[in-house]
Nanobody, 119 residues
């Protein structure tokens, strides 16, 4: 099993920045990739960004390209999401996710961290 713990969420004004962190623990050898999803109240959960593990391949959803940057610290088994030029539309609970090495699915989820962007 893999445990994921997010941190770094908070309340910011539009145009501001936040950096989310997600630390993995437990059976981290089962991780094959990590990323972020988000879910706003009353909305479907949506993909935000991902980074391959160990490949380093990066993907973003179109709405955050040029504003968000995903990165990793291999030694710490930690993934980061640097969020710049935040918009009210970015307001959501952000979930850290990890792919299982066998299923290649996002089988591991963190508890979520709230990001609120005010106008």
């Amino acid at each position: 099993q893999v445990q994921l713990v997010e941190s770094g969420g908070g309340l910011v004004q539009a145009g501001g920045s936040l950096r989310l962190s997600c630390a993995a623990s437990g059976q981290t050898f089962r991780q094959y990739g990590m990323g972020w999803f988000r879910q706003a109240p009353g909305k479907d959960r949506e993909f935000v960004a991902s980074i391959g593990w160990p490949s380093g391949t990066i993907a973003y959803t179109d709405s955050v390209k040029g504003r968000f940057t995903i990165s990793r610290d291999n030694a710490k088994m930690t993934v980061y999401l640097q969020m710049n030029s935040l918009k009210p539309e970015d307001t959501a609970v952000y979930y850290c996710v990890a792919k299982d090495i066998s299923t290649r699915l996002y089988d591991y989820w963190g508890q979520g961290t709230q990001v609120t962007v005010s106008s």
